[in-house]
């Protein structure tokens, strides 16, 4: 909170893409993702890779999906589902390794 009341800018992207809201959802910090989407963090910004925050909410059961933006969340999920499908995966079969796998191969 303390930077943000500084001036941070909260989508401040790596030269990898990370974004501290990246940062948050990767390590599981609900507080850190609270506060960083209170901010307005965008949690569409992708890594070089092509993942990005909400997708790690996705993953079935993360305590992250509720924080994020619903229809966005839903959104996310749909296309990962359908990446997940054209490498003959189903949706129960959707774990953060194949998340993060199926949206790097956008």
Same mark, same amino acid.
């Given at each position: %909170? !303390? =930077? =943000?009341? @500084? %001036?941070?800018?909260?989508?401040q992207?790596? &030269?990898?893409g990370w974004t501290a809201l990246t940062c948050a959802a990767a390590g599981h910090s609900i507080d850190a993702c609270k506060l960083l =989407?209170? &901010?307005?963090?965008?949690?569409t910004i992708? =890594?070089?890779? %092509?993942s990005n925050a909400l997708g790690l909410a996705c993953?079935?059961? $993360?305590?992250l999906g509720p924080l994020m933006p619903? @229809?966005?969340?839903?959104?996310?999920?749909?296309? !990962?589902? $359908?990446?997940? &499908? $054209?490498?003959g995966l189903a949706s129960p079969d959707i774990t953060?390794?194949?998340v993060w796998g199926a949206e790097r191969q956008c």
């Open positions: %909170g !303390i =930077l =943000l009341e @500084a %001036g941070a800018v909260v989508d992207q790596s &030269a990898e =989407l209170d &901010a307005k963090a965008d949690p992708c =890594l070089t890779d %092509g993953v079935p059961g $993360s305590p619903q @229809a966005e969340l839903e959104a996310e999920r749909q296309k !990962i589902t $359908s990446k997940l &499908a $054209s490498l953060t390794e194949r």
